[in-house]
């Protein structure tokens, strides 16, 4: 014979579950933090991990910090890529991250229509034109790439390649025209 039990045993259960798995968590970031490498590159394909790779570099660098960033170019407008960024940007103004970004002057009307109303956001304009979107934080630059067959992003920590392309947005930062 079976009896039900009350339905708010499920809740107690799943409780139960959530404590483990926070535990889990907590144990897997201390091990993540023993382990601290002076280079490694991580590579990030499909939407869901390239979300996922954005979220990843909030929690890293903590709210009220900042980045850098030479972003894609005219894919920027494609509807995809808007949406892309009204999600993953939620998260960074949750947290008040700063963002510097240098897009190219040809853009321009793209980051009026799309990008320069989110808050935290200082908008610049360079003649520059890069290949890939370019994101500049604490020792590392992650390389974004968005195509109609893939997306995918590329994490190179690195203390000598972040100084390098900091160095350079800089410079560019510097020379650039305020919006």
């Not at 993540?32 to 869901?48: A, F, L, S, W």
């Not at 995809?80 to 853009?107: D, G, S």
């Not at 520059?128 to 190179?156: M, R, T």
Request: aromatic share 18%.
């Amino acid at each position: 014979y079976f009896q039900i039990s009350s339905p708010n045993s499920f809740l107690n259960f799943f409780e139960e579950k959530k404590a483990s798995v926070e535990k889990l968590v907590e144990d897997l970031n201390k091990i993540i933090q023993k382990r601290e490498v002076p280079h490694e590159v991580v590579v990030y394909e499909g939407v869901r991990a390239m979300k996922s790779a954005f979220y990843q570099m909030y929690d890293y660098i903590g709210p009220n910090s900042d980045y850098s960033v030479f972003p894609l170019g005219e894919q920027l407008a494609i509807p995809e890529i808007v949406q892309f960024w009204a999600e993953v940007f939620r998260k960074r103004v949750e947290m008040k991250i700063r963002l510097n970004t240098l897009p190219n002057i040809e853009w321009k009307p793209i980051f009026e229509k799309y990008y320069k109303n989110y808050k935290y956001t200082k908008i610049r304009y360079t003649k520059q034109k890069l290949p890939v979107g370019i994101y500049i934080f604490n020792d590392h630059v992650l390389n974004f790439i968005w195509g109609k067959e893939q997306q995918i992003a590329f994490l190179i920590k690195s203390k000598l390649n972040y100084f390098r392309w900091k160095t350079f947005f800089d410079e560019q930062w510097t020379a650039s025209v305020k919006r």
